[in-house]
C-alpha cells in the first residue's frame, strides 16, 4: 500500500489545487503507471479519482486494487476494494469488508 501512498497524496494534491481529478499520472506529477512498481506491484496507473494498483505474482499476477476517491466538505475520502480478480485474502486488511 506504500506505492498507492504516494499516488493518493498526488491526486488529492492535484484535486486540492485544480478543483478536478487528474485524468492520468503525467497530470498527477507521476511517472509512467509501470514505472511505479516495487516487489510485489508492477503498475499503479490514475484515471481521474480511480487509483488501480496492478499485483506481481507474489501477491496475485494481474489482479488489481482499486482505490476509489470522492470529495467531501471535509476533503477527500478513499475506499478500496478488489478487482474482478483479486481473491479477497490478497486484500489489505483495511480493504476487507
Known amino acids: 500500500m506504500s506505492l498507492a501512498g504516494g499516488a493518493k497524496a ?3 494534491e492535484y484535486f486540492s489545487a485544480n478543483g478536478q481529478w487528474p485524468s492520468n499520472n503525467t497530470s498527477a506529477a ?3 503507471a509501470v514505472s511505479i512498481s516495487g ?6 496507473s490514475i484515471n481521474e ?16 486494487l482499486l ?6 466538505s ?3 475520502t478513499w475506499t ?9 485474502e490478497f486484500l489489505p486488511a483495511n480493504c476487507r469488508q
Open 30 to 32: 507521476l511517472p509512467a
Open 49 to 64: 479519482s480511480l487509483i488501480t494498483v496492478t499485483y506481481k505474482t507474489k501477491v496475485q499476477s494481474g489482479a488489481t
Open 74 to 76: 471535509g476533503g477527500i
Open 10 to 12: 498526488a491526486v488529492s
Open 39 to 44: 516487489n510485489a506491484v508492477s503498475s499503479v
Open 80 to 88: 478500496c476494494e478488489a478487482g474482478p480478480t483479486m481473491k479477497t
Open 67 to 72: 482505490l476509489q476517491g470522492a470529495s467531501t
